[in-house]
């Protein structure tokens, strides 16, 4: 039986992000803003969320060739979790780091790097399409031999660890820094700064930047963020962005081979006709601003229900997924994504944010009863129901307040 080690450590993660937002607003040191954390969330759940659906198409590769292919067979041994180990790891840094060098792929890992803020929130801001390709790196080690069940367990490890990296509280961690992947040289891979852009891929070990000349030390103060910035808290556009940005300029492109290149250049690539390469500008210190929408506390209050109302659905779907059929898995899905996007909608006071709230709350009621048709727990349903008719009753108060913000 695979065990989701991601999905039972998510109350870890928010015990945790509560710790640190706690210390920093002890401190007073401003590393979070709500609205940017409620989009970093959102983005990780909607990962989740898409990834239940593709979760079995995607291992099947693995496991395809493990029955089929494989080289050698490997004993269970501690030294076979050691080298495995080793071997995600390894494989990790060439995905991640042709996740920064290939176009096509950075349209789905740019999403992990939007955020201008810098905290634990950002660790679980994460693609929704990137797992559709990361898993052929690691073919080899399915042809090798090594074991799928011990492979899921190391590389969901290896992803765990990654999530403690997403802080500025923590500064160096001395003699380690030359071994692991620490907070420090992560905080270097998420700079828009030229001289910090591609460095640090490391997964868990920092060694495979230091062996292959990518690693760079945290020296001057790190912008965070993409050079481009994308300016929304839409979970829908912050996946879809860049990929209309590569569309557009292979339709400026005149010859079928740029238009090609477009996808499997590096960030930045450009037919000579537009101009050749545009490098990564200079952080302009003094006119730097971070993206930010100011949104009344009434109107606040409810993007944070909206966000409850995602959150919950998503847990709920994580552990309970293969319990469901398809039709209510996609229905929940569908009700949870339309939640976050109309919560990044409300934040950015966008004018269709009414209309596709009513929707929303239509397609909860189809839910609801559709769920109580299959026999679901009665007493879910009804929680659920009495949760979301509050809800409607302060969309009701707060609607006027948001068409006059």
């Not at 939007?114 to 929704?128: G, K, M, P």
């Not at 828009?192 to 690693?215: E, M």
């Not at 020296?219 to 963020?225: L, T």
């Amino acid at each position: 039986m695979k065990t989701n080690y991601i999905a039972l450590s998510v109350p870890i993660f928010f015990i945790l992000i509560g710790i640190e937002l706690a210390y920093t607003f002890y401190k007073k040191l401003n590393y979070y803003r709500l609205n940017d954390s409620i989009s970093n969330l959102s983005q990780g759940i909607g990962s989740q969320l898409v990834g239940l659906f593709m979760k079995s198409v995607l291992f099947m590769g693995y496991l395809y060739i493990y029955e089929h292919w494989r080289l050698f067979e490997i004993a269970n041994t501690i030294w076979t979790w050691i080298i495995l180990f080793i071997g995600v790891d390894f494989f990790y840094y060439w995905f991640h780091r042709m996740s920064h060098q290939v176009n096509a792929l950075w349209a789905a890992h740019i999403v992990h790097h939007q955020s201008e803020e810098y905290n634990l929130t950002v660790a679980l801001r994460q693609s929704w399409f990137q797992g559709w390709f990361s898993w052929v790196f690691y073919l080899p080690l399915a042809l090798v031999g090594f074991d799928p069940l011990i492979f899921l367990t190391l590389s969901s490890f290896n992803t765990l660890y990654q999530f403690w990296i997403h802080t500025r509280t923590i500064k160096s961690l001395g003699f380690l820094e030359y071994i692991l992947n620490t907070p420090s040289h992560h905080r270097v891979h998420h700079g828009s700064n030229p001289k910090y852009i591609d460095k640090n891929h490391a997964g868990t070990l920092i060694i495979w930047d230091r062996l292959f000349g990518t690693f760079q030390k945290e020296e001057e103060e790190v912008y965070y963020g993409i050079t481009k910035p994308l300016a929304s808290w839409n979970p829908i556009w912050a996946n879809l962005h860049y990929w209309q940005d590569l569309i557009e300029t292979a339709k400026k492109s005149d010859s079928i081979f740029d238009k090609i290149k477009v996808f499997l250049k590096p960030p930045g690539w450009f037919p000579e006709k537009l101009g050749g390469f545009q490098s990564a500008p200079e952080i302009d210190v003094v006119n730097y601003r971070k993206f930010h929408t100011e949104t009344a506390f009434k109107v606040m209050i409810y993007a944070v229900l909206l966000f409850l109302a995602a959150l919950a659905l998503g847990s709920y779907q994580l552990f309970y997924f293969d319990k469901m059929t398809l039709w209510p898995n996609i229905l929940i899905a569908a009700l949870s994504i339309l939640s976050m996007l109309t919560c990044g909608a409300l934040l950015e006071k966008k004018h269709w944010f009414v209309g596709v709230e009513w929707l929303r709350y239509f397609l909860g009621a189809f839910t609801l009863c559709f769920m109580y048709q299959l026999d679901f727990n009665v007493n879910w349903l009804m929680a659920l129901f009495a949760f979301h008719f509050l809800m409607f009753v302060y969309f009701l108060f707060i609607k006027s307040e948001y068409k006059n913000a």
